[in-house]
C-alpha cells in the first residue's frame, strides 16, 4: 500500500476584492481600504488589522479605522482577475476544484509521473505565477486532504505557504482552537466552549457518541472525523454547479418590509438570469436571512416542476420571506439571500401550461437580451428605483 502524500492544494487569494483595488491603484497600496458603501464587502489587511470586518457597517467601520478608504466595488475586476488565476490554476494541473470566485482546491499527485518537484515546491511556483502574472499575493496550504490544506491556508494567511506532512497530522490540527476548523461556524464553536472544548485537540478526546450528544448525529460524527483526519482525499473536478444565488447585505435596520421585499426580488431577477444563460432549470428556491444578532435562518420551498420563469422563482422566494416575517421582525434582518438549487436542464422542463395567467417568457428573454448587450443594471424592478440594487454578491455555488 502506498504511502500517504500532502498532495492537495488549498490556493486562496489574499483579502481578494481589496488586494486588487489596490492592485489597479497605487495610492491604495499601504492603506487601510474597504470595498462596499454602507456594508463593508472585503476589507484589505490594513484594515482588518484596525478592526474592520466584512459584513460591517460603514458607520461602524470609520468608527474603528477613521482614515479608511472606502471604494466602490468593481465585480467586472474582480471576475478578470479571478479569470486569469484559474487560468494559472489550470495550467498547473488538470485537478482543479473551484470553491468560489478567489479560492480552489488543486490536485497535484498525479503530476509526480511527469514531474518529480515536491508539491509544496509546486505550490511555491503557483504562488510566484499568480504574483507576477496577475499581481495577487495567494496564500497556499498543502496537505492530504482538502479539508487539512483548506485549514493549513487559514493558519497561514495572509501570503503565506504551509506544508502539513502526512505524520504531522495530529500536531499540527489538535492545538488549533475549534474555530479555525473549517465547517464549524459561531454557534458550533459557542456550543463547544461551553462544554470547556477549546482546541481541537479538546474535541478529538471525546468518544464519538458523545460528540454527537453535544452536536447532534451528522454534525458529532462529522467533527469527529474531521479531528481524526478522517475526511476525503480528493478534490471534485467533474461535478455539474449544483446552485446558483446571491446575497445582498442591507446594513443595520429597521428596513421597511417593502424595501426588504423589493431587495429579494431584485436578487431573484439576478439568479434567474444567470439560471437562463446557462440553460438551465431549479426546482428548488431556497431563502438565506442574516438577523442583527448575527444569527441565520434558512427557508426552502421544492416547486412541481422545474422552471427558469422568474415569475414562478420570485412568487416561490416572496412567499418564504412572508412565512419568515415574524423572526424578521423580532430579530431584525441585516442580509437577505437567494439560491436556486435542484438544477436541471432545461431541455427536459416540465412546466404548467399558462391558463390562469399570461406566458411571461418572452419578457424574460426579452429583459435577458437587454441585460446582455447594456449591461445587468439597464432592466430594474419599479420598486428598486428609490432604494437602488445594492451590492449583490453571488453565493458560492452548492
Not at 465585480?75 to 482543479?96: C, I, Q
Not at 499575493?137 to 485549514?151: D, E, H, W
Not at 471525546?206 to 474531521?226: I, T
Not at 436541471?344 to 448587450?373: K, M, N, T, W
Request: overall charge positive.
Amino acid at each position: 500500500m502506498p504511502e500517504p502524500r500532502a498532495a492537495i492544494l488549498h490556493a486562496d487569494l489574499d483579502a481578494f476584492y481589496a488586494s486588487v483595488e489596490q492592485r489597479d491603484d497605487p495610492r491604495l497600496r499601504g492603506r487601510p481600504v474597504a470595498v462596499g458603501g454602507g456594508v463593508v464587502l472585503a476589507a484589505s489587511y490594513e484594515a482588518k488589522r484596525r478592526g474592520v470586518r466584512t459584513a460591517m457597517g460603514g458607520r461602524a467601520a470609520r468608527a474603528a479605522c477613521p482614515d479608511l478608504v472606502v471604494v466602490p466595488p468593481r465585480f467586472e475586476a474582480y471576475v478578470e482577475a479571478s479569470r486569469a488565476v484559474f487560468a494559472v490554476f489550470h495550467d498547473l494541473t488538470p485537478a482543479v476544484q473551484g470553491v468560489s470566485i478567489d479560492e480552489a482546491f488543486l490536485d497535484v499527485g498525479g503530476l509526480q509521473r511527469l514531474d518529480a518537484t515536491p508539491p509544496v515546491d509546486l505550490a511555491a511556483r503557483l504562488r510566484a505565477r499568480v504574483r507576477a502574472e496577475v499581481g495577487l499575493s495567494i496564500t497556499v496550504g498543502v496537505a492530504r486532504t482538502p479539508f487539512l490544506a483548506k485549514v493549513a491556508s487559514r493558519v497561514a494567511k495572509p501570503d503565506g505557504l504551509l506544508l502539513v506532512p502526512p505524520d504531522g497530522e495530529d500536531a499540527f490540527l489538535h492545538p488549533l482552537p475549534v474555530e479555525l476548523l473549517w465547517g464549524v461556524g459561531e454557534v458550533t464553536a459557542g456550543r463547544l466552549r461551553g462544554y470547556g472544548l477549546h482546541t481541537a485537540g479538546d474535541v478529538a478526546a471525546l468518544p464519538e457518541h458523545v460528540l454527537v450528544g453535544v452536536l447532534g448525529p451528522a454534525a458529532g460524527r462529522h467533527l469527529h472525523a474531521v479531528v481524526h483526519g478522517r475526511t476525503p482525499e480528493h478534490v471534485v473536478t467533474d461535478r455539474r454547479r449544483s446552485s446558483v444565488g446571491a446575497q445582498r447585505a442591507l446594513g443595520p435596520g429597521p428596513h421597511a418590509p417593502a424595501d426588504v421585499r423589493s431587495a429579494l426580488l431584485g436578487l431573484v431577477d439576478r439568479v434567474a438570469r444567470r439560471l437562463r444563460a446557462g440553460h438551465r432549470t431549479a426546482r428548488t428556491v431556497v431563502l438565506r436571512l442574516r438577523f442583527a444578532d448575527y444569527t441565520r435562518a434558512t427557508r426552502s420551498h421544492t416547486l412541481a416542476h422545474a422552471t427558469d420563469s422568474g415569475e414562478r422563482l420570485a412568487a416561490a422566494a416572496t412567499a418564504l420571506l412572508e412565512d419568515a416575517a415574524p423572526l424578521v421582525r423580532e430579530r431584525g434582518i441585516t442580509l437577505v439571500g437567494v439560491s436556486l438549487t435542484n438544477l436541471g436542464s432545461d431541455d427536459a422542463v416540465q412546466d404548467v401550461l399558462p391558463l390562469e395567467h399570461a406566458d411571461r417568457s418572452p419578457l424574460d428573454a426579452a429583459a435577458d437580451a437587454v441585460a446582455q448587450r447594456f449591461g445587468s443594471g439597464t432592466v430594474v424592478r419599479a420598486s428598486l428605483l428609490r432604494t437602488g440594487e445594492g451590492f449583490a454578491v453571488p453565493q458560492l455555488p452548492g
